[in-house]
């Protein structure tokens, strides 16, 4: 297993989109997953502490652990199957009344990066998943780099979609 850090939520240009940024702790890769608004929100929301109106769905979900005296040891990321990623966390009983074995919750890997970073525990992926899905520095910023703008052009729908009639 190999330590990631949550670097950034990043927009692109598709708005209902988020990319969770996450970095090797003691390396140069990056690993990305690719999100929807709610869940790369609620990430951002949380590196960024900002109060909400009401308690979002992982307070309620964080609550409930704590409620229970258990706590978050670390989330993994551990496999991709179709192109899904795979992940879970590790519970496990906190004070006086820990020693009975950590439960494995399987979850969506933006669902245990939020619970890690709820309980300041580690996010771990399997070593050959990052092998194949991790990029470079200089990938990411190809990546991420926006699209060049196209010159405003009032007529260009006119011209797309433009038939001769015979």
């Given at each position: 297993?190999?330590?990631?850090?949550?670097?950034?939520?990043?927009?692109?240009?598709?708005?209902?989109?988020?990319?969770?940024?996450?970095?090797?702790?003691?390396?140069?890769?990056?690993?990305?997953?690719?999100?929807?608004?709610?869940?790369?929100?609620?990430?951002?929301?949380?590196?960024?502490?900002?109060?909400?109106?009401?308690p979002l769905t992982y307070e309620?979900?964080?609550?409930?652990?704590?409620?229970?005296?258990?706590?978050?040891?670390?989330?993994?990321?551990?496999?991709m199957t179709n192109n899904i990623?795979?992940?879970?966390?590790?519970?496990?009983?906190?004070?006086?009344?820990?020693?009975?074995?950590?439960?494995?919750?399987?979850?969506?890997?933006?669902?245990?990066?939020?619970?890690?970073?709820?309980?300041?525990?580690?996010?771990y992926i399997a070593n050959d998943?990052?092998?194949?899905?991790?990029?470079?520095?200089?990938?990411?910023?190809?990546?991420?780099?926006?699209?060049?703008?196209?010159?405003?052009?009032?007529?260009?729908?006119?011209?797309?979609?433009?038939?001769?009639?015979?």
């Open positions: 297993m190999i330590r990631l850090i949550v670097e950034s939520v990043k927009q692109p240009p598709d708005p209902k989109i988020r990319v969770v940024i996450l970095k090797e702790e003691r390396g140069e890769r990056y690993f990305l997953i690719w999100t929807g608004w709610g869940e790369g929100t609620s990430i951002d929301l949380k590196l960024r502490p900002q109060t909400t109106t009401q309620y979900f964080e609550q409930f652990l704590r409620q229970g005296n258990l706590g978050v040891e670390y989330a993994l990321i551990h496999t990623y795979y992940a879970r966390i590790v519970a496990a009983k906190r004070g006086f009344l820990s020693g009975g074995s950590p439960i494995e919750i399987d979850c969506r890997p933006t669902d245990a990066i939020l619970m890690a970073l709820y309980f300041a525990a580690p996010i998943l990052l092998d194949r899905e991790g990029i470079t520095k200089e990938a990411l910023e190809k990546l991420m780099k926006p699209p060049p703008e196209k010159p405003f052009d009032a007529y260009a729908d006119f011209w797309e979609n433009f038939v001769i009639d015979e």
